[in-house]
């Protein structure tokens, strides 16, 4: 009967150590896998925040109305690609994109020409 009791004891006791490790790793940030961060503009926004205040902005201007605008954020910078109606919708695109893009780089490779 003692021999149960001690055996019991000993594996209560492991189970707390066991537990207090468990409970120390969770509270610990470095003990925890790190997870990959999107790339982020000089302001701190992630790419995906750049690139949906790009096209909020996009769609309030109205010389853009009928235009396909893509953009594509990545640390090296935001892209845009599709088809704008004139050279002025071309520079106006350019030019919010540079507002709202954190300080990233901005490639305009837009084409003017209308919808086929």
């Known amino acids: 009967m003692?021999?149960?009791?001690?055996?019991?004891?000993?594996?209560?006791?492991?189970?707390?150590?066991?537990?207090?490790q468990k409970t120390s790793?969770?509270?610990?940030?470095?003990?925890?896998?790190?997870?990959?961060?999107?790339?982020?503009?000089?302001?701190?926004k992630s790419s995906t925040d750049v690139q949906n205040e790009i096209q909020a902005a996009f769609q309030k201007e109205p010389s853009l109305?009928?235009?396909?605008?893509?953009?594509?954020?990545t640390?090296?910078?935001v892209d845009l690609s599709g088809?704008?109606?004139t050279k002025d919708a071309k520079d106006t695109a350019e030019?919010?994109?540079?507002a709202h893009s954190g300080g990233l780089e901005v490639k305009n490779r837009l084409k003017v020409g209308g919808a086929n």
């Open 75 to 77: 640390a090296q910078g």
């Open 25 to 44: 790793q969770q509270r610990d940030p470095s003990a925890m896998p790190q997870t990959q961060q999107q790339p982020t503009s000089e302001q701190g």
């Open 95 to 98: 030019q919010i994109a540079k």
């Open 65 to 73: 109305a009928n235009a396909s605008i893509n953009v594509q954020v």
């Open 2 to 20: 003692r021999t149960h009791l001690y055996t019991l004891t000993i594996l209560v006791a492991l189970g707390g150590v066991a537990l207090a």
């Open 83 to 85: 088809t704008v109606p």
